[in-house]
């Protein structure tokens, strides 16, 4: 009976764990996510291994710093112009040179 009892518990923590974890959203690219996976995995294991503190962080609202990041806009992505003209002049010669950075 006890252990059923604690088995409920348990079933109801990993459900409420399941609804925080489907709620939160990361924008990060996957090099970024690589780099830090074992972070996240520390932070993870940690908040399973301490139910209580679990609770307390259902409903943490945002601080100063994390509504200012979550807020800042990104700027627009322009693409590669891979090759530009760069203007040139040679004393009564007037130019433009191809600049070809060779970077791809």
């Avoid at 959203?25 to 090099?31: D, E, K, S, Y």
């Avoid at 990104?74 to 070809?100: H, Y």
Wanted: net charge positive; charged share 30%; proline share 5%.
């Amino acid at each position: 009976m006890l252990k059923q009892k604690q088995q409920e518990k348990d079933d109801i923590q990993i459900q409420k764990f399941w609804n925080m974890f489907k709620q939160l959203h990361l924008n990060i690219t996957l090099a970024e996510a690589l780099v830090l996976m074992p972070k996240y995995q520390k932070m993870l294991k940690a908040l399973l291994s301490n139910k209580e503190k679990l609770q307390e962080l259902t409903n943490t609202p945002l601080n100063e710093n994390c509504s200012a990041v979550k807020l800042k806009k990104l700027p627009e992505k322009l693409r590669d112009p891979r090759k530009f003209l760069i203007p040139c002049g040679f004393s009564e010669l007037k130019c433009k040179a191809l600049a070809d950075l060779g970077a791809s």
